[in-house]
């Protein structure tokens, strides 16, 4: 799955000459936690978060009163809090690598570019919804997570079981076992009985660690 696939666009931007009273009030309207930052031309010039703008204060404030801060505040622009050094991915980017870059980033959206052009935005949000439906977390079925040999055929062997059932796999997942040579794998599965499943899988497997019906959510 690549960025393209599942960025938002066209993408909700604001420019950097805002007052950030007024851009803070705009992405509560937008529902929306950050905004990339364009000039004049539509080039992209930074990117500024909700908490960037409601951390946004004139200094020494506390000597201040209301009516004051309020009016420095209104001349804040989105430039004097906006980030600068924008992290982005390309459309062709896979989903996997804009969570990594996400992750080692510490940040929650990547603007999207096309040949320097901004076309769109990802997400944590997008990455939240997209790992909802890897697991199948709205859909009703068995789910089922078992810790196996990270071994070549092993998923191979759970999902032949699960296909000799007449079981249907509407979500799978893995991620490293309890040491470096296991896998805890998950699966959610249709149309075959939780107590079922369980006797088919636990030959093939190491252990069940979790088993459990669920009825799945809109």
């Not at 004051?68 to 600068?84: A, C, D, G, Y």
């Amino acid at each position: 799955m690549l960025v393209s696939e599942r960025m938002k666009h066209p993408v909700l931007t604001i420019t950097k000459d805002v007052p950030v009273q007024d851009a803070l009030a705009r992405m509560q309207k937008d529902k929306v936690r950050r905004y990339p930052v364009v000039d004049s031309k539509g080039k992209l010039v930074g990117i500024v978060t909700d908490s960037d703008l409601m951390n946004a204060s004139p200094s020494d404030a506390t000597t201040l009163s209301v009516w004051e801060i309020n009016f420095l505040l209104s001349k804040i622009t989105v430039e004097r809090v906006m980030s600068q050094k924008v992290v982005t991915v390309t459309e062709d980017t896979t989903i996997e690598e804009a969570a990594r870059i996400m992750a080692d980033s510490r940040i929650g959206g990547l603007p999207v570019l096309r040949e320097g052009r901004l076309v769109g935005i990802i997400t944590e949000t997008d990455l939240f919804h997209i790992f909802l439906e890897m697991l199948g977390a709205r859909t009703p079925g068995v789910r089922v997570t078992v810790e196996v040999d990270d071994v070549p055929g092993k998923m191979n062997d759970l999902t032949g079981a699960i296909h000799k059932l007449g079981g249907n796999i509407n979500g799978m997942g893995a991620i490293q076992g309890e040491s470096s040579d296991r896998r805890a794998v998950t699966l959610k599965v249709a149309g075959v009985g939780l107590q079922e499943l369980k006797d088919a899988l636990a030959p093939l497997v190491n252990k069940i660690v979790d088993i459990r019906e669920e009825k799945g959510s809109l």
